[in-house]
């Protein structure tokens, strides 16, 4: 009588997993890690002249070290950009996130028409490129062809210069109001739809009105959406770019280092001093995840203590 045979082990299963996250492992190498490592690089080097600059071996590649980022901090350029940003954001951030709450809150109502056709019209504006977006909007602000300024003169009434001063700030915000609102109105308005539908009649059985609905319980309830869709706006906000450089051509009041990506794209590409463009960048990408960082975990933290009652 022969014993039982022991099972072979599956050696082949256990990297069966490793085997599937192989591609996106490389493609994460390819064009995240591997670009973030040659950028952190290239902002350690600088690029040292030789006598005139001519000739074989004249132009060498030197360590710089922390060279090119304390020349990017005390940078008077970068700060300025930086200040137009935080400008910009405190317009747009709460202007977009209050728009998107209300437009969810009015579509999730029971008397609302037409829903599907609404949430259409208010996100169509997201899939519109933002060069684009920009483009259209900066013709709607030249006074010479904007028709908006036509019936402004019809009417005699005064014709405002958006793309200078000032209300270049509205301009601007108001390109990344219009093309952002609804994806972040999708965002809590899934949220909203995922509310169970007991609470609502729980609520109407205690005589909720449907604005004491919306205070109360619909609001409350999508706080995590509220702070992802914030979390988002933030970065895109430290992020802008394509708004100002598409507007650039259409005014003097835009420079070509308004924002902090614009100072970098100036410097890789206008100057040619792609190290002190890489330093920037670098610090850019910090400052961003410090932000990101603290934020999230000031959310987590509240949520715990809300939580913990």
């Keep these: 009588m022969t014993g039982a045979r022991r099972p072979r082990k599956a050696y082949g299963v256990r990297g069966a997993p490793y085997l599937f996250l192989l591609p996106a492992a490389v493609l994460f190498a390819l064009f995240f890690a591997l670009p973030i490592g040659y950028a952190m690089w290239l902002s350690l080097h600088k690029v040292q002249v030789k006598g005139l600059g001519l000739g074989a071996g004249a132009r060498d590649e030197v360590w710089a070290g922390l060279e090119n980022y304390t020349d990017a901090v005390s940078d008077s350029e970068l700060l300025a950009g930086a200040l137009r940003v935080l400008g ?129 319980i619909k609001i409350p309830m999508v706080v995590p959406s509220l702070v992802l869709t914030f979390f988002f706006s933030i970065i895109a906000t430290l992020q802008v770019f394509s708004e100002p450089t598409t507007l650039k051509p259409l005014t003097n009041s835009v420079s070509t280092t308004w924002s902090p990506l614009m100072k970098v794209y100036q410097d890789a590409f206008g100057k040619g001093d792609i190290h002190s463009a890489a330093a920037t960048a670098v610090i850019i990408a910090l400052v961003t995840l410090v932000l990101s960082f603290g934020f999230l975990r000031a959310a987590n933290s509240r949520t715990r203590q809300e939580a913990a009652r």
């Design 88 to 216: 910009y954001g405190a317009i747009v951030v709460p202007v977009m996130l209050g728009l998107a709450l209300l437009f969810a809150l009015m579509l999730d109502t029971e008397r609302v028409r037409l829903a599907p056709v609404t949430r259409l019209a208010i996100f169509l504006p997201y899939a519109i490129p933002g060069v684009v977006a920009a483009m259209l909007w900066g013709f709607l602000y030249l006074p010479d062809v904007s028709p908006f300024y036509f019936v402004l003169d019809r009417l005699g009434l005064p014709q405002p210069d958006l793309l200078d001063g000032g209300p270049l700030f509205v301009a601007l915000s108001n390109i990344a109001v219009w093309g952002g609102t609804g994806f972040n109105m999708i965002v809590i308005y899934t949220s909203l739809r995922a509310i169970p539908a007991e609470v609502y009649e729980a609520a109407k059985l205690d005589g909720a009105t449907p604005l004491q609905t919306a205070l109360r």
